[in-house]
Every structure is written in C-alpha cells, then in structure tokens.
C-alpha cells in the first residue's frame, strides 16, 4: 500500500532529510518588506491560536501573534533575507602565519526547518590562511547568520563551510556542529541526552593529521 502525503511528511521530519543545500526560497521572498510580513504572520498565528481555542481577548494573550511575527521576521528568522548578512573583511595575511587558525565554541540558536523547535549548539570553525586572514568576529556572524534561518543542521555546516572558504579563497576550511535539537527532545522519541554532530571540509583537511589537530584544539 503506498504511503500517503502525511506519512511522507513524517518520515521526512521524523529522520530530518535534508532535500537541499541552499535554504528553499520563494523566487519573491524579499518583495514586501518586512512590516507586511509581520502583518501577514500575525493573522495567521492568529487563526493558529484561535484554532487551539485560546481566548485572544485575554490581556496575556491578545499581544502574542504580534510578538511571534515579529520574532520570526526581526530576530529567530532575520538570517532568511540578504540585507542582514554580515560584511564580510578580509585583509592580507602580511606575517606569514602558515598554520591553522580555530575559533571554538561558537554559540548559535536556529530552528529545525521540519518542526521549526529550536535548535542550538556550538560551531567550532578553523581555516589555514591561502594568503587571506578574516577577523575573528567575522566567523561568528557567519555562524550566527546562517543559523537565524529555518535549517537541518547538515546545511548549517555546509553553508558555513562555503561561505568562509569564497571569503578567504581557500579550501582548507573545516567546520564542526555540535546542537541539541528540541524536535528531538521534547516530540517523537523524547531523547533529553543526545546531540548531534557534523563536520564538513575542505583542501589541507582533507589529510588525516590536519583533522586530528583541529580536533585536538576543540576539546
């Protein structure tokens, strides 16, 4: 018997598939600005609430499906659209450091794209300089712009991962993410303790010995 649309559905939130490297946008996702997709967002979570049966006119409530939309468009959600993308400066790497530069622990929160639960964790990122350094704030933006998105944390790295090797021009970029994600904890198989992990690299990573130093540095 085939499955129908809502098993699929399932199965694709249940194992969080990744169906794609870049984030899934409308070809018109930037053509009304932020205030009416606030407008928009609140009508509908709204209807959400309403539907729930919760009562709108209580003075608790009443104010929710602004404060949601608003947290979806100016904060949870503000990595989605280009405007907010950090700039990114890179200067000439005019000491001649040859060796591999790490920047760990790099706190994020996003939301898992299938549940939109959040998710949140730690980036460690380390690159080996081509003849490009970037400021070490920088790789933080990064991170964090990539995270203010709906995403499964594969992409995350990916993403990451590209975004710094086109701004150093270099391939000998390695990232590692360590999230827990609330889709995980608190629905389906309920598991409090785990966390997942991904890595992603490139160019000098590639060997063995550059893995295991960057590894060793992250712990």
């Known amino acids: 018997m085939a499955e129908n649309k809502y098993d699929i559905y399932d199965t694709i939130g249940d194992n969080h598939v990744l169906t794609s490297i870049e984030t899934?946008?409308?070809?018109?996702?930037?053509?009304?600005?932020?205030?009416?997709?606030?407008?928009?967002?609140?009508?509908?979570?709204?209807?959400?609430?309403?539907?729930l049966g919760l009562d709108?006119?209580?003075?608790?409530?009443?104010?929710t499906p602004y404060r949601v939309a608003k947290m979806y468009v100016k904060e949870l959600f503000s990595g989605l659209d280009p405007k907010n993308k950090p700039s990114i400066s890179t200067f000439d790497n005019k000491?001649?450091?040859?060796?591999?530069?790490?920047?760990?622990?790099?706190?994020?929160?996003s939301a898992c794209e299938h549940h939109f639960l959040p998710m949140r964790g730690k980036a460690h990122v380390g690159y080996i300089s081509s003849g490009k350094v970037i400021g070490?704030?920088?790789?933080?933006?990064?991170?964090?712009?990539?995270?203010?998105?709906?995403?499964?944390?594969?992409?995350?790295?990916?993403q990451i991962l590209k975004e710094l090797q086109a701004a150093l021009n270099t391939e000998s970029v390695i990232v590692i993410i360590d999230a827990d994600h609330l889709c995980v904890s608190?629905?389906?198989?309920?598991?409090?303790?785990?966390?997942?992990?991904?890595?992603?690299?490139?160019?000098?990573?590639n060997e063995q010995s550059q893995r295991d130093s960057f590894l060793k540095l992250c712990m």
């Not at 070490?136 to 990916?158: A, D, F, H």
């Open 186 to 205: 608190t629905r389906g198989v309920q598991d409090k303790s785990s966390s997942t992990v991904t890595i992603e690299y490139g160019g000098e990573f």
């Open 136 to 158: 070490l704030s920088k790789m933080n933006r990064i991170v964090q712009y990539y995270g203010k998105r709906p995403q499964v944390q594969e992409r995350l790295t990916i």
């Open 95 to 109: 000491y001649n450091y040859n060796k591999m530069l790490v920047e760990k622990n790099i706190e994020f929160e």
């Open 56 to 63: 709108l006119e209580d003075d608790s409530l009443k104010g």
């Open 24 to 51: 899934p946008l409308k070809t018109d996702a930037f053509e009304i600005s932020d205030a009416e997709k606030i407008e928009k967002i609140q009508g509908y979570f709204k209807g959400i609430m309403e539907t």
